[in-house]
């Protein structure tokens, strides 16, 4: 069936909806770096360096590690962590991390010196930890603090 004049103009509309969607898109694109790059000190490179960008860690129902088995993860060297807990017992620890996911809290465990401690991201700055607390907070996690890097 060859184009007629109505499916023409259709396309021609729906075309200058995609552009404009687009357009927009870019702007507020644009808008976010510029807000972003603003709040930061220094030359152009350097607040470039500063931007945070957001972290994510998909875990899937399931692949979580066998009970009994030994953390893998440790925090890094210089960042902001917030604190759940500390165990003796890892299955323990697993627990408290099986109830931070039920919440849809991202956490992770450690084993240092014996000890299997259960955090909550890491962070780069104090002000996002103190936000993400406030959130684990209101989620019942009232035990857990925020680690500066200066104490571990």
Known sequence: MPPSEKSDKFYLIVGKIVVFIARWLFYIALFYIAFMMGSKQGTLKERAKQVEFPKIKIIFPGANQPS?????????????????????????AEALLAELHSKRINGYISEEAGQYHVYVGEFHSEHRAQAVLQQVHQQGFDEATIITPATF
């Open 68 to 92: 009994g088995s030994p953390p893998d993860e440790s925090p890094s060297p210089g960042a902001y962590l917030i604190w759940a807990g500390s165990f003796d017992n890892y299955s323990h």
